[in-house]
T-cell receptor, first 112, second 117 residues
């Protein structure tokens, strides 16, 4: 089957660093995505990993270990606007097509 | 370039009523998707389409029907609404379903908040 686990909630302080973990089980792994979703809004794409290692994009970095079924999203120099839900999504093959399976999301609250 | 748009933004239905949610994209994407998002659960795929004139079932298709008569539009229908269908519905599109190493990000519309009484 396919399963994605991530913490439900996290809190952090403005200016700090936070790491959001995601573990997954899937068949036909073909990439892992992180999306950001502010309350009442649509998910927006943050990062993509398909090979092991770290992908850095400004204040955000994402890491993948395919052998461990593990990823994390690292947010540096936290800002108040980073308060949002962060969705981990794994692309796997099912029914002949690649599909995205989403985790329930991690709600991050950034405090002054 | 509007991206992915959805109408309506909000709707309240009574049990047994029917409605259609419209999704439109102007990015010439082949793939389109309908998801529902409920508290404490991830986005769940209802139906998807791999091209004009094609549709397929996702994870939670029961109680919904879809049509893709034009490449840019993907319609989601509820024939007889039930309170269990109270949710936020998101439409998404992507250039393709992705092959190894290719991002093919899904782009999401703003969502439709549906309440069934």
């Amino acid at each position: 089957g396919q399963n994605i686990d991530q913490p439900t909630e996290m809190t952090a302080t403005e200016g700090a660093i936070v790491q959001i973990n995601c573990t997954y089980q899937t068949s036909g792994f073909n990439g892992l995505f992180w999306y950001q979703q502010h309350a009442g809004e649509a998910p927006t794409f943050l990062s993509y990993n398909v090979l092991d290692g770290l992908e850095e994009k400004g204040r955000f970095s994402s890491f993948l270990s395919r052998s461990k079924g593990y990823s994390y999203l690292l947010l540096k120099e936290l800002q108040m606007k980073d308060s949002a839900s962060y969705l981990c999504a794994v692309r796997g093959r099912s029914g002949g097509y690649n599909k995205l399976i989403f985790g329930a999301g991690t709600r991050l609250a950034v405090h002054p | 370039n509007a991206g992915v748009t959805q109408t309506p933004k909000f709707r309240v239905l009574k049990t047994g009523q029917s409605m259609t949610l419209l999704c439109a994209q102007d990015m010439n994407h082949e793939y389109m998707y309908w998801y529902r998002q409920d508290p404490g659960m991830g986005l769940r795929l209802i139906h998807y389409s791999v091209g004009e004139g094609t549709t397929a079932k996702g994870e939670v298709p029961d109680g919904y029907n879809v049509s893709r008569l034009k490449k840019q539009n993907f319609l989601l229908g509820l024939e007889s609404a039930a309170p269990s269908q109270t949710s936020v519905y998101f439409c998404a599109s992507s250039r393709s379903a992705g092959t190894s190493g290719i991002t093919d990000t899904q782009y999401f519309g703003p969502g439709t908040r549906l309440t069934v009484l």
